[in-house]
């Protein structure tokens, strides 16, 4: 697994210092490892093995996906242990009765923002196209006003209507918002953040050295 026990809590609190709600979403590093098991007691999930959820914060309305590992279940690195298939697919199910109750989810009358939170985007084709396909045609029923992922280890914003990885054009605009200091001769890590405010949306890339490289409008 990619932290110790103590890390995710730690990390949440030198942060926020209490004063933030922190919404966790698992990323495929996660589900590996001898505390694979154990990491919903220490990070917020609905329990059960189910990282895949819906939540209001306020006015603010999330809906979190998670695609579990990012190779196949038959991948030689996992010698037999991945089933995600089924988990899969009850997530769909899960996000057709969101869809289907959207008077008490997302189209709530007190609902003014509506975010989707996922570790690797929704509509990044691989393994799973077909199901990335999928849930970003459930996605595009959902009025999302911003989705926030990572996974791909870059800092890029895509306008609504711009993102296409499994062949079905997302709706709204996503922000794969963190690009590691390895892997670039500058050493520079890049994060996103977001501000929700009077309505509207805004967004920054920033550095460790808390230097704004790009502001973005959302809305």
């Known amino acids: ?11 949440a ?9 922190v919404l966790y ?3 495929n590093h996660e589900t590996r490892g001898p ?13 059960g093995g189910r990282w895949y959820f819906t939540t209001r914060i306020g006015s603010l309305w999330i809906a979190v996906f998670d695609i579990g590992e990012d190779k196949a279940d038959g ?3 996992y010698q037999g242990l991945a089933y995600y298939a089924e988990y899969r697919d009850r997530q769909s199910r899960f996000f057709e009765r969101v869809i289907a109750n959207a ?4 189209a709530a009358e007190d609902v003014e923002y509506r975010l989707l939170v996922s570790h690797i985007p929704v509509g990044y084709s691989r393994p799973y196209n077909d199901v990335m396909a999928q849930w970003a045609s459930l996605a595009n029923e959902m009025d999302i006003d911003l989705a926030l992922s990572g996974h791909t280890h870059t800092a890029a914003y895509y306008p609504k209507d ?13 922000i794969i918002g963190s690009r590691p200091a390895h892997g670039n001769a500058e050493g ?3 994060a996103a953040a977001v501000e929700l405010k009077g309505g509207g949306i805004d967004a920054w890339f920033t550095n460790q050295h808390h230097t704004v490289l790009q502001t973005i409008p959302v809305r």
């Open 162 to 174: 711009t993102y296409a990885g499994a062949g079905v054009t997302l709706n709204y605009p996503l």
């Open 188 to 190: 520079i890590f890049t």
């Open 13 to 21: 609190a030198e942060i926020t210092h209490g004063e933030r709600p």
């Open 25 to 27: 979403a698992r990323g």
């Open 35 to 47: 505390l694979a098991n154990s990491l919903e007691r220490y990070v917020g999930a609905p329990g």
């Open 103 to 106: 008077a008490t989810e997302f």
């Open 1 to 11: 697994m990619g932290f110790s026990r103590g890390f995710a809590l730690r990390l």
């Open 75 to 77: 991948h030689e690195e």
